[in-house]
């Protein structure tokens, strides 16, 4: 019993080394997330002060740069969502492995719960009939010494006995 609750504490560290593992992970890509946002407002920033000037301007040459950067945004849009997939993904697969955790972490518990009831069970049965071996070896041994007593007597007047015979 010793054994599988040693086995079960060690089986919830290593999950729970698992558990820390990935709450790192969902940091940094949380992190990655808030840089990847903020390069995208400055890219929105930069696009809207570039479009703006654009407008002041209305030269073809600047509207072929405006066109390649809202090319460049727009692919710059794909990475982005890309990477929200991803952190979704990740996300959806933390979630659903947190929740397998919890279910195994409770399953582990219950068991390890009935383990105590066993073990709380068997060392009140180890304790009454320790009571009662000690209750049996104080009846043996009151009956030992009455039947030493006894014999000793027998012995007395059994000597007695012979010496009366002895006498007469």
């Known amino acids: 019993m010793e054994a599988d609750i040693s086995e079960m504490r060690n089986e919830l560290q290593s999950r729970d080394g698992v558990w820390r593992r990935i709450q790192l992970e969902c940091q940094k890509l ?3 997330l808030l840089k990847i946002k903020e390069y995208e407002d400055m890219q929105d920033g930069q696009i809207k002060h570039q479009s703006s000037r654009i407008q002041l301007t ?3 040459e600047n509207k072929s740069t405006e066109l390649l950067l809202i090319a460049e945004s727009g692919e710059h849009q794909e990475e982005l969502n890309k990477i929200r997939n991803h952190v979704y993904r ?3 697969s933390r979630c659903f492995e947190q ?3 919890k279910t195994e972490i409770s399953d582990l518990t ?3 719960h ?3 009831i066993t073990i709380a069970t068997i060392m009140e049965k180890a304790s009454l009939l320790e009571r009662q071996l ?3 070896v104080e009846t043996k041994h009151k009956l030992l010494t009455k039947q030493q007593l006894l014999e000793f007597r ?3 007047i059994k000597s007695e006995n012979t010496h009366l015979k002895e006498m007469v």
Do not use: A, F, H, I
Request: hydrophobic letters at 15%; glycine letters at 0%.
């Open 154 to 156: 027998y012995q007395v």
């Open 114 to 116: 009935q383990k105590e």
């Open 30 to 32: 949380y992190t990655e």
């Open 90 to 92: 990740k996300e959806q």
């Open 58 to 60: 209305e030269q073809p």
């Open 99 to 101: 929740e397998r955790m």
């Open 134 to 136: 000690k209750m049996e």
């Open 110 to 112: 219950e068991e390890l």
